[in-house]
């Protein structure tokens, strides 16, 4: 029917455009070739008279990018997969193709070819545009015509340069592979390279002309693709997946009228809506909202989740406005918490008035210049300075959009301490908005969004409670512990606290019983064994004999996705990141949309995290899929990546433009996406086969049993994340000792933060939104300090413990630590009464701090 756009791919060029304009026309269609604006030919093809527009699918495209006639354009329909094609010579002399070819391989090429390809990049981008008579001295110059001087021949020697790295990439095997697992399609055409890649920005422009903002919302259209290319067509879906979080469906003539019989209703209401026929309360369908979040990087990759978002500046303050749907949304950060407990009222900031507990809240200010943060000060208690910035400006910047708007969503962190700041935002902003509502989303990405958006919640208050109660805990018994401290040894910068007392107490013990030093025996076997004998007696051997040898096949299990425990283990042990580093990056990660939130102790996988990595395994490891939920309790999940993008694919699609951040990553960033992003895809895939040989070694007068894995029959998982070393397989037999050593060594390992983490998640005491917190307040106070990667108590981390074990042992003991957890998580859940918690805790640290010899102020 009429109101059609045709678009030709641009790899196929105006030529192609003819021939589809002239077949149609045969067919008896009204049909325009459009090349370039004609303001009249609008009028017709407004009118009906033209039928069909013809013209390139390219977002440079007159026909993509000029036409807005939502009552009249109803469907596109490209002939061909949009796609660009680029033809790069062996000799190549243009740099500007050069340059374009070696971005497109440079993140598959960055770490092979390191700060050549930097450099070779750096100078190519430094040199264009070059004029084409300077190419043609060249191209001259390459056979041997003519010399060049100056910047002629500068400019050769970077040409060269990079013609020389594009040359070993094309004849590099593995690379070859790495790019067919993309997107681009490479190939050799009469001595020429051809580059071909999915135009994806240009099918959105093209196909954009069909569905446009009018008084109600966005008008309905239907795009048609009809596919000569299937890698470039598995490549146009895939950019829109990471673009849009589109999916195509398959052309069914059922459904797509269907789609007619919508679209057709749309234009007749875009109709009535200009002849003024539909009453004004009707067209407010198109809602004013104002998002807050928390970070202004969550602010950001969300408003540039929708398009490209108007930036305004209001009292200093920065925020987004972007069009989604049916709302036009005002998207803000609050930058954290807003308020904290008053210092000035009541039992450190909690009064009790009639048998309850009244917190009292004031607003948060952070000193401009030393960037430390407090509440009740005029000036900075840190450094003196007058230069403050108070929450109370951000609350009456929100206070001021919440008049502008239909309405208020929050959008928080979907934990205890992201209720209490949504909660917060309620209080101020519920005056100037009545209509707010709660969204919950555990990853930054378009569809979660939408969904949130769809079925938007309410807050809950026992998640509020909670969040309450632990930080009046750590209030009342962190101010009392720690004015002790300071009384005994003199220092204000101490401070203790029930979590960090108890982790402070491993690392003492720890460190006390390194000290324990045992004999420990190296021997090492003409066979290539190597065993560690412990309290080894009389003289060394001179040989050693394996027995009851048996050899078998086993099956492994992949782990499970990463917990945040988990997460922080793996990064100390394998990356060497500290628990605050790592919990950075991971924030950075899921603020720009990449992972699913991080802190969690849940390793529930949804259907859309099966989903994206049963993709991922069938498309790059064919068979070897294999979906695991693991828990079905909880609204949470693990931490995984919200992409199927591997660390190449996913630099390749930054580089690219395709997947676009708000901002840039940095090389830690990328190699914890790799360890998450394997984790996850290794769980969604089969077990390996292993060969596994267990013996008995009779030495020194002792007997030890050894395990070893000695072969793999079936790689399954651990062709993404490798958890085994495979050793060399032994024999029965007394085999001669070529060397053997004793020294002296302590009969445990100091702990790592990695140790101390899973020793929290296992003892029950701290949460995933404190395990790096807790470390790094250790570190902060001088209680600890870390050589090779390993944690050793300090002179004054020792005093401090013995002080408060002695005069407090009870209320920082593992036990009572785990009960409060327990009881937290209880409020939580809406099983006990927070108020009943306070009323215990309030006795219980009072009676402990008296029994001190130091009553505290009466009641």
């Given at each position: 029917?009429?109101g ?19 077949t ?22 407004r ?13 440079r ?22 796609r ?87 004849g590099?095997e ?6 067919g ?8 055409e ?13 099918y ?22 009809v ?20 999916e ?8 797509v ?11 007749e ?39 490209n978002?108007a ?14 749907g ?42 401009a ?15 003196g300075?007058?230069n ?19 309405e208020?969503?929050?959008a ?99 460190t ?27 003289p ?29 283990r ?24 990449l992972?699913t939130?991080?802190?969690t102790?849940s ?19 064919p ?16 931490i ?8 190449q694919q ?39 086969r ?8 009779k ?43 004793v ?28 395990y ?11 209680y ?22 002695e005069?407090?042992?009870r209320l ?9 957890e ?5 409020i ?32």
């Amino acid at each position: 029917g009429p109101g059609c756009l045709v678009f030709v791919p641009q790899a196929k060029g105006l030529e192609y455009a003819e021939k589809i304009a002239e077949t149609l026309e045969k067919e008896g269609m009204s049909v325009f070739l459009y090349e370039r604006m004609s303001p009249g030919m609008l009028e017709k093809f407004r009118k009906g008279e033209y039928a069909v527009l013809v013209g390139i699918a390219s977002s440079r495209s007159p026909l993509a990018r000029g036409l807005d006639l939502p009552e009249t354009v109803r469907y596109v329909v490209f002939a061909g997969v949009p796609r660009r094609e680029m033809k790069v010579e062996v000799k190549e002399c243009n740099p500007q193709k050069l340059l374009v070819a070696l971005k497109a391989l440079s993140p598959l090429l960055g770490e092979r070819m390191g700060k050549r390809m930097a450099s070779v990049l750096s100078s190519l981008s430094k040199v264009i545009p070059v004029r084409g008579e300077l190419i043609q001295k060249l191209r001259e110059a390459d056979e041997g015509k003519t010399q060049l001087e100056g910047f002629a021949a500068h400019l050769r020697k970077v040409v060269l340069e990079a013609r020389e790295i594009l040359e070993e990439a094309m004849g590099d095997e593995e690379l070859r592979k790495e790019v067919g697992r993309l997107d681009v399609e490479m190939r050799m055409e009469g001595g020429e390279w051809v580059f071909i890649s999915p135009d994806a920005d240009g099918y959105l422009q093209a196909s954009g002309r069909a569905s446009r903002f009018y008084a109600m919302g966005i008008s309905r259209g239907v795009s048609i693709v009809v596919v000569d290319d299937e890698k470039a067509f598995s490549g146009l879906s895939r950019r829109l997946r990471l673009l849009a979080d589109e999916e195509f469906e398959e052309y069914v003539p059922e459904k797509v009228k269907e789609e007619f019989e919508k679209v057709d209703r749309d234009r007749e209401t875009i109709r009535r809506i200009r002849r003024g026929e539909v009453k004004p309360e009707v067209l407010d369908l198109l809602r004013s909202s104002l998002l807050v979040v928390e970070s202004p990087t969550k602010a950001r990759t969300i408003a540039y989740l929708f398009g490209n978002p108007a930036q305004r500046t209001l009292d200093g303050f920065t925020f987004y406005e972007v069009a989604s749907g049916q709302h036009v949304l005002t998207v803000v950060a609050s930058a954290g918490h807003l308020f904290d407990l008053t210092t000035l009222e009541g039992f450190h900031g909690v009064r009790k008035e009639d048998g309850n507990y009244l917190p009292v809240y004031t607003d948060i200010r952070r000193c401009a210049d030393c960037g430390e943060q407090f509440t009740d000060h005029e000036t900075c208690p840190f450094c003196g300075s007058a230069n403050l910035r108070t929450k109370k400006e951000t609350v009456e910047l929100l206070q001021k959009l919440s008049l502008e708007v239909n309405e208020v969503f929050i959008a928080t962190d979907p934990d205890a301490e992201g209720e209490k700041i949504g909660y917060d935002l309620y209080v101020v902003l519920s005056p100037y908005c009545r209509n707010i509502r709660r969204l919950e989303f555990h990853e930054v990405t378009r569809k979660a969004l939408r969904k949130a958006l769809e079925e938007p919640g309410g807050l809950r208050p026992s998640y509020v409670q909670a969040q309450v109660v632990r930080r009046i805990e750590d209030r009342w018994v962190g101010f009392e512990l720690s004015r002790k401290l300071w009384e005994v040894f003199g220092k204000r910068n101490l401070s203790a606290g029930r979590v960090q007392t108890p982790v402070l107490g491993w690392v003492l013990r720890q460190t006390e019983e390194l000290k324990r030093k045992i004999p420990v025996a190296t021997v090492r076997l003409e066979n290539g064994l190597v065993l560690r004998i412990q309290n080894p007696e009389g003289p060394p051997p001179q040989e050693a004999e394996i027995t009851d040898l048996s050899t078998r096949e086993e099956k492994v299990l992949p782990p499970p996705p990463y917990t945040t425990d988990a997460m922080l283990r793996e990064a100390s042990q394998r990356l060497g990141f500290s628990a605050s580093h790592t919990m950075e990056l991971a924030q950075t990660l899921f603020e720009c949309g990449l992972i699913t939130y991080h802190r969690t102790d849940s390793t529930r996988v949804s259907i859309v995290g099966m989903e994206l990595a049963r993709k991922f395994v069938e498309e790059n490891y064919p068979g070897l899929s294999r979906p695991r939920e693991y828990s079905k309790e909880g609204a949470h999940e693990c931490i995984r990546p919200t992409k199927p993008l591997s660390l190449q694919q996913l630099r390749f699609y930054l580089s690219a433009g395709i997947v676009r951040i708000p901002q840039k990553l940095g090389p830690d960033h990328f190699r914890l996406y790799d360890l998450i992003f394997r984790r996850f895809i290794a769980s969604q895939m089969r077990e390996a086969r292993i060969l596994v040989q267990e013996f008995k070694v009779k030495v020194w007068g002792k007997e030890v049993r050894e395990r070893r894995v000695v072969g793999i029959i079936e790689e399954g998982f651990l062709k993404v994340h490798q958890t085994l070393r495979v050793e060399g397989r032994v024999e029965e037999g007394s085999f001669r000792v070529m060397e053997t050593k004793v020294r002296y060594e302590s009969s445990v390992r100091p702990y790592s933060q990695g140790d101390l983490i899973a020793l929290m998640k296992e003892k029950g005491i701290g949460r995933p939104s404190t395990y790096s917190k807790i470390i790094e307040t250790l570190f902060k106070r001088g209680y600890v300090f870390e050589k090779g990667g390993k944690l050793f108590v300090t002179p004054l981390g020792r005093m401090v413990y013995r002080y408060l074990e002695e005069r407090f042992g009870r209320l920082v003991s593992e036990e009572l630590t785990r009960d409060l957890e327990e009881t937290i998580d209880a409020i939580e859940n809406g099983k006990i009464r927070f108020q009943d918690v306070l009323k215990g805790m309030e006795e219980e640290v009072r009676r402990e701090i008296s029994s001190s010899g130091n009553p505290l102020p009466p009641r």
